[in-house]
């Protein structure tokens, strides 16, 4: 048994996308060529009841080569193997919390190389119909909190995001309700500090340090949480991206809500089970920390 990294992200359906258009594009994944090599999905498998959808994301060559012994000639033989695989990343989805669990693979398929071959794989298998699907990182918000106090002036946030479903957290429940209601795909906001000064950001800092200290956040009237404060909590929890960037002992550091993103260690080989098991338990865990309901 080895132990690998599996990242946690969720899942953004733009255009005509639906999960079960989803499953159908995980199972007949298109095969796409980057530079001297080919990416794809295989080895789908389907959950119980359609708990899940799992598979891996393969990278192989057209034409490789192993070298084995002779041990007749007592030297090394080299052979030419077609469809040679250089790696795979297991994967699953989990649709009634819009996420997915993956392996991290060093060198071959790391975390932000994983997450845009699958948006490109996506993308090819509709041959056009018009479904996308956007991958955002989870925070790990215990590791944000450590980087985000260590601003001493914050002069730039920028947030990108996106409307939540199934999950909608209590503290960016208005910003939820007000995409809703514009009929927005996406929202954009971008705020700089006067000249000299910091971003008033010590509610924003009070509201992570709670979710932290696994508080009860339902007794926080969201109605008095600044847009911005709302749109970086939102990100947070994997529905867009963030950017804080400031002066931390005299130089400016930038923190991306993606850098410390929510992960497990498990077998490599679990089976597709095993790791839908562990990813819910995390995923549930998030849900319940956050206060996040469905809809």
């Not at 497990?264 to 995923?283: N, R």
Request: net charge negative; glycine share 4%.
């Amino acid at each position: 048994m080895s132990n690998g990294t599996f990242f946690l992200a969720r899942y953004h359906k733009l255009g005509l996308l639906t999960n079960e258009l989803l499953e159908q594009l995980v199972r007949n994944a298109a095969k796409i060529n980057i530079r001297e090599n080919i990416w794809t999905i295989i080895d789908t498998k389907i959950g119980t009841d359609k708990k899940y959808i799992f598979g891996k994301m393969v990278k192989y060559a057209h034409e490789g080569s192993v070298t084995r012994v002779d041990e007749l000639k007592n030297e090394s033989i080299i052979e030419i193997i077609p469809e040679l695989t250089l790696a795979s990343s297991p994967f699953v989805i989990l649709p009634d919390y819009s996420a997915i669990a993956y392996l991290h693979v060093w060198n071959q398929i790391e975390q932000f190389t994983f997450m845009r071959r699958f948006e490109e794989i996506i993308h090819f298998s509709a041959h056009g119909f018009f479904a996308e699907i956007e991958l955002e990182s989870i925070t790990n918000l215990d590791e944000f909190f450590i980087r985000f106090n260590k601003f001493d002036r914050i002069v730039k946030i920028k947030s990108k995001i996106n409307p939540p479903n199934p999950l909608f957290g209590h503290l960016w429940g208005p910003l939820k309700d007000y995409l809703k209601n514009r009929n927005l795909e996406q929202l954009k906001l971008d705020e700089e500090s006067k000249k000299n000064n910091s971003i008033e950001t010590s509610n924003l800092k009070s509201l992570i340090e709670s979710i932290v200290a696994r508080k009860d956040l339902k007794i926080i009237n969201p109605n008095s949480i600044p847009i911005g404060d709302m749109a970086v909590l939102m990100s947070a929890d994997g529905y867009g991206k963030s950017s804080i960037v400031g002066d931390i002992d005299g130089k400016t550091e930038v923190l991306h809500t993606y850098e410390n993103s929510s992960n497990f260690k498990l077998d490599k080989d679990s089976s597709a089970e095993s790791l839908y098991v562990e990813a819910k338990k995390i995923l549930d865990d998030v849900e319940k920390n956050r206060y996040l309901d469905h809809e």
